[in-house]
Structures are given as C-alpha cells and as structure tokens.
C-alpha cells in the first residue's frame, strides 16, 4: 500500500483530499501539524506529502526542509497554498509541485500519480494501486 | 490622568467611538450574528495594523475554511493577499479543539503569539469553545488564559462570536469590552447598527450608531449628537451680518443675515425656496465659498435653474466660490451625510450653506425620534464652524394656515424663520414671504410678494390693502 501523508490546520480540507486519494487506492495518514508531521513521517514512512504552507507551530517551507534534512530529497513534497505559493516555487528543491488553493482534485491527484510512478518505478510505467 | 495606549482599529468612526481604538493588551468580544459583519470588521482592523506596522495572528475555531474566507475578503479593498502569511497568520485551531480540548488551544495560540510576535490576536469561534467547554468556568479558564497570555505579550485580543450572549455570561464578565453588531428592519431597508456595550478604562461613545458594509469594509457613522454633543470649538457669537443674496431680504431683516446662523425657509412645493437659496448661494465668494448640499435636483438641473435667475454657478463653480454636493435621497445614512457635510464644508473652507431639503434628511432617518438632537448637533456644530446656513422645508399643503415643522422643535433651533405661500388675491396666485424670526435682530414683519425674474428675486411690499393673506384665499379691504 501507498501512503501519503497529508498536513493541514484545517482539517476539512485535509479531510476532502484524503477521501478522494483513499477512493484512488491510497493510505492517507493526516496531521494538523508539521510537529505532528513529523512524528506520523517516522511512524508510516510515506510515500508522498501534501502538505499546507500557512500552519501553526512551522510553516510548509519549514516542514518541507526537516523533511530534507530528516529523509533526504527521494520524498516529493507538493506544498498547496493560497497567498503563498509563489514561496513555494521559487523552492523546487523542496517542493516537487505547487498548487494554488482552491485546487482543482483531478490535476491534483493527477500530479501525485505521476510523481509517484516516477518515484516507484524509474523509466517503467505502471498505475497506481486500486 | 493616565491615557492608555492604543491600538486604531482603522474604521474611522469606530475609532472615534472608541475614543481611539482598542486599548493595547485588552481583550473584547464581538458578537453578531452570521453575517453581521464581524469577520469583515476583525480582518479590517487586521489589514490596518499591519500596515501600521503590527503583526496579527488569526486563530479559527470555525469549520469553514480560510480559502474561503480569503475569496469573500477578497472583494474588499483592504485585503492584500501579500500580507496573508508573513504579517497575518491564519491558523486552524478547530482539529485542535475537537481531538484534544480547549486546554490544548491556548497551548497552542500561546505558542503562536510568540512565534509569529503578534500585537493583535483575533479568535474567531468562541461559540465553538463554549460548547466544548464542560462548563462556564472552564469558558471563563479559556478566556482568562488566553487574555492572560496575550496581555503578557503585550497583544490585543479580539474574541468573535455568533451568539449573543447577555451581559451577564461568563464571557462577557471576563473581557474589557463588548461590540455588538446588529441588523434591523425598518419597512423593507434593512439598518446595521453597533453598539459598544462594555469598555472598561475607557469612555467611549454609547448607545447604538448606524453602519455600512461596503467595498472598502466596515463603514461606521457615530451618531452626530453623541458626536457633538457640545460643539468642536466655540461659536464666535458675533454680531455680524452676511448678505441674504437678495438685497430687499436684507433691508427687511435689518442688515442681513446674522453671519454663522441658521435660517429656515419655509414653503410649498414650487414656491421659489430653491430660488432663495440660489441667489443665497449666489452671494458665494472665494473668499468666503458657498456649497449646495442638495438631494432632489442633479448638478445640471440646479445649474439650470440658477441661469434662469441670472447666477452663472458654472461661473462661481469654476472660480472656487461655489461647490456642489448632491446625494440621492434613497441610500445613506443620515449620521453619514451629517459627516460628509461636516467634511466638505472643512475641506472646501465653506462660509456660506444651502441644505435643499431639510425633509430629505428627514426621510432618510431610522429613526424620527432622535432628529431633534440630531438638527441641534448639526446646527450647533455649523454654527461653531463659521457657517451661515440656509435651509428649505417643503410644506405639505399649497394653501392653508397649517404649517407642519421638520422637527417639533426647529423653530427654537434654527435662528431665522422665511415663511413662503401660495395667495390667491384677485383672481391672481401670488407669492408671498413672511419674515416669522430673525435672531437678535429687529425685522420688518410685513407680507412682502416674491416676484422671480431673470434678475434674480426681488421682493415687493404687498397686500397692505388685503386680510386673511396667511389663509391663502386673501380679499382686498374695500375701500372706507
């Protein structure tokens, strides 16, 4: 099983986007935190993060780098963010793709399969569990 | 006396009525229901202090998500979404409060207010703290700890909620202040009004003052007579005397006008009282200019209208000396208008005032009770400001001797009185002026007939041989 982990304050939009990455086949773990993050990284070792920018404790740039630091660069993060984003992209070392709130779900879940495929199987094809 | 530092709300009025903001370290509650607009009035105030240089955390304790919130501020002048993330923190305390309790939210807001060094800290949601809370003391521990923590941080709390909570609930027992914001009917038009219910160490403007929402947010309009309950600076009390515009007025009224008063013109519809008021404000100088704050007729017409008594407002307009401000009776506020004369007269150094109508005004007001104070504030408050105002009062009868007042009272709050009628006198319509009062002054009393020209208005000494002229119906004494 594929695991994301999926980081946001506001846990109705985690909620909405772990429903439908569950309905693609994936184990979804949520944190409100990137503290808490951090914990549920060591515990599920994911696949994948989706996490927020604007989040109590430390920020999506913050997390995205003790990420780095913790797991090195194999974990493609995706940062989603409102007013923020621009942040995020001037990072591609830390984050792998940015979204713009409110996102579009299908391109969303369209980009973490195929960064997971990327990540799965180097220069093989191959979907996503269902 | 000690004054307290303060934190601008940057909503001029509510500053106003807060007698300059919010006191730094304090903590208030707005309460409202949904869509009362005190999201509106938090994030505001948030945009502001920002740009004044302080730093805001936003803590939500709501379900609704603060995309959503951004995409409805975003409509409103004052958000900038550059500020959303560095100098404005939004975070998400409802997961929180849900999975571990609201001890672990002051944890965490604690936390917050240090990392981010907030000055400002808006907690929206109480209600959902309420109801998580086993009981009103653990309410009053989250408030109290809050605030405490806050306070030691030198930061402003501002707690909202949809309840409306009575003055008596633990919250309200705990806080410095209470604004209260609210919606009523009156007839079809729905009227916002706010109230400061609670501001401890702090005078402030009571009781309740309309407001707007509009594109630039929260709009507040302190009621003109708490405002001015005693006018901003002394009225000069001089005996000098400005001209009427109307040189046999002048004559009647022994000299002129008493300068910085209030004259009242009185009459039907179609009885020349937007004449007198042309050629008042015809008499408009640059040095001492002259302003129409009219409601019924547009710019052009008025302009029209003068020409044909041989003013050139385009003219007078041009030059400085002449400033039109017309409004539509059918929006406002009456305690908005009151600040927007107030505001043109101080900007364009206005010395001379046609308010075309009283009644206009009178027909935007929620409230008819209150006009009484409202007039006295705002003729007391022209008069102190140097303003020689003349004002028109339509009537509702063309004949008769009924003559219904603005207000009960306006005849002891207005200086001067110019009574206008419509007399049939041999099988002709005649207009007729009466002077009823003139302060400090001796006045010729006699009915004088009103004959407008492309000269302007000339008066005549008129119906000496008549009787029953007030009535309208006027007969010719025979001759004895």
Request: net charge neutral.
């Amino acid at each position: 099983m594929t695991t994301i982990l999926i980081v946001d304050d506001e846990y109705l939009i985690a909620d909405i986007l772990g429903y439908t990455l569950e309905d693609e086949g994936y184990t979804v773990v949520k944190a409100t935190s990137g503290a808490k993050a951090l914990d549920e990284l060591e515990r599920h070792k994911p696949s994948l993060v989706i996490t927020d920018y604007m989040m109590p404790l430390m920020n999506g740039v913050e997390f995205a780098t003790e990420i780095r630091k913790r797991v090195g660069d194999q974990l493609p993060i995706i940062l989603m963010s409102g007013a923020q984003s621009h942040i995020g992209r001037s990072s591609p070392e830390l984050f792998a793709a940015v979204f713009d709130k409110p996102f579009d779900t299908p391109k969303l879940i369209d980009k973490v399969k195929k960064l997971l495929e990327r990540k799965t199987l180097p220069g093989r094809r191959r979907h996503p569990p269902r | 006396m000690e004054q307290l530092n303060r934190v601008k709300t940057g909503i001029a009025g509510l500053d106003l009525l807060l007698k300059g903001g919010l006191i730094v370290g304090a903590s208030y509650i707005v309460q409202g229901r949904p869509g009362s607009g005190k999201t509106i009035l938090a994030n505001q105030l948030a945009f502001h202090h920002v740009r004044e240089g302080g730093r805001v955390l936003v803590g939500t304790i709501l379900s609704e998500s603060h995309e959503r919130l951004f995409l409805y501020l975003s409509t409103l002048s004052f958000y900038d979404p550059a500020r959303v993330g560095s100098e404005i923190q939004f975070v998400s305390a409802f997961d929180t409060l849900q999975n571990e309790g609201l001890d672990e939210v002051v944890k965490l807001l604690r936390r917050e207010i240090s990392r981010h060094q907030a000055t400002v800290l808006i907690v929206d949601g109480l209600l959902n703290a309420r109801s998580m809370a086993e009981s009103p003391l653990d309410t009053k521990k989250f408030i109290a700890e809050l605030q405490g923590h806050a306070a030691f941080a030198g930061c402003t709390v501002l707690f909202l909620t949809s309840s409306r909570l009575d003055d008596g609930s633990p919250e309200h027992t705990m806080v410095d202040g209470v604004i209260e914001l609210g919606e009523e009917l009156h007839g079809s038009r729905s009227v916002r009004r706010i109230q400061l219910r609670k501001t401890r160490g702090s005078a402030a403007l009571s009781g309740l003052h309309e407001f707007e929402i509009t594109e630039d947010g929260v709009v507040v309009y302190p009621r003109l007579e708490s405002l001015y309950s005693h006018p901003s600076r002394s009225d000069k009390a001089d005996l000098t005397r400005v001209t009427s515009g109307i040189s046999r007025l002048d004559e009647l009224t022994g000299g002129g006008l008493p300068g910085s008063s209030v004259s009242l013109v009185m009459g039907p519809s179609g009885i020349g009282k937007t004449s007198v008021g042309i050629s008042f404000l015809g008499a408009s100088s640059r040095a001492e200019p002259g302003l129409l704050f009219g409601f019924y007729e547009s710019p052009q017409r008025f302009r029209l209208k003068a020409k044909a008594l041989g003013v050139d407002c385009k003219a007078l307009e041009d030059s400085g000396a002449l400033h039109l401000a017309w409004q539509p009776t059918t929006e406002g506020v009456l305690d908005g208008l009151g600040a927007r004369l107030l505001k043109l007269i101080d900007e364009k150094h206005i010395k001379r005032v046609m308010i075309d109508s009283l009644g206009a005004l009178v027909r935007i007001a929620n409230s008819p009770s209150r006009l009484n104070e409202f007039f006295s504030a705002l003729m007391g408050e022209l008069r102190a400001r140097g303003v020689t105002v003349l004002a028109t009062w339509e009537m509702r009868d063309i004949f008769g001797s009924e003559i219904n007042a603005p207000a009960p009272e306006l005849s002891s709050m207005v200086d001067n009185i110019l009574l206008m009628r419509f007399v049939e006198l041999e099988s002709e319509l005649k207009r007729l002026l009466s002077i009823l009062k003139v302060r400090d002054s001796l006045y010729d009393p006699s009915l004088v007939e009103v004959v407008i020209s492309d000269h302007g208005i000339d008066l005549k000494k008129a119906f000496e041989n008549a009787t029953a002229v007030m009535s309208g119906s006027a007969a010719t004494i025979p001759n004895t």
